[in-house]
């Protein structure tokens, strides 16, 4: 593990990136923070309105000014998760930092990630995304108009080499929530 203890999730939607990171966040002892909420609270919208009024790549530049100014505090996040209303103790040095499917994929962003802490990829079949995906209509980066298997197929083989650059990858398949996580506190001790 890098010298600094923040574990980053990354992989694509339906991964389980939250719910794993939250289950590891209270084995560890380490404080919990979800990008994708924090990038809400900043804007004071939902992530579909952002795509919706302002389009993805504003959405996009949003995510990589949030991990700039993760990456300057990266020894105190609490910094900046206490000014956008995260919980987490002040006190407590060590994050859980769970980031939207997308954010590795652009703008260098899997660069700075590793530079902010230990990047762990949720790697699961594109079969298990889409079926646990599929009954939601907030996932704008997948079409207007619904969404099939080969269209997450295409998009995850399309991200892989971003997320091939994580530091460690945890295949999640046949995985509970909660087996992930022990899996990735082997890792990191
Ligand atoms: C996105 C994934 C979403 C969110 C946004 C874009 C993507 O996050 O950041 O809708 O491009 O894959 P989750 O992976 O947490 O669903």
Redesign the pocket.
């Known amino acids: 593990m890098k010298r600094n203890t923040n574990i980053i999730l990354i992989g694509?939607?339906g991964a389980g990136?939250?719910e794993v990171g939250k289950i590891l966040a209270g084995n560890k002892g380490f404080n919990f923070i979800d990008l994708?909420c924090l990038i809400e609270k900043k804007e004071g919208t939902a992530?579909t309105d952002i795509f919706k009024k302002k389009g993805e790549n504003y959405f996009r530049n949003l995510e990589t000014e949030i991990l700039k100014e993760l990456y300057k505090n990266k020894t105190d996040i609490y910094k900046i998760a206490g000014k956008y209303g995260q919980i987490g103790s002040k006190e407590n040095k060590n994050w859980v930092i769970s980031t939207?499917?997308?954010?590795p994929a652009f703008n260098g962003n899997i660069e700075l990630l590793k530079n902010i802490g230990t990047t762990i990829y949720l790697k699961a079949d594109a079969k298990t995304i889409y079926g646990r995906i599929k009954s939601e209509v907030h996932?704008?980066?997948l079409g207007e108009n619904g969404f099939t298997e080969a269209t997450v197929a295409e998009k995850l083989k399309e991200r892989e080499k971003f997320y091939g650059q994580a530091d460690i990858i945890i295949y999640t398949e046949g995985l509970t929530a909660a087996a992930a996580a022990e899996e990735i506190g082997i890792f990191i001790n």
Do not use: L, N, S
Not at 100 to 103: A, Y
């Open positions: 694509f939607m990136k939250t994708d992530i939207g499917g997308g954010m996932r704008p980066v």
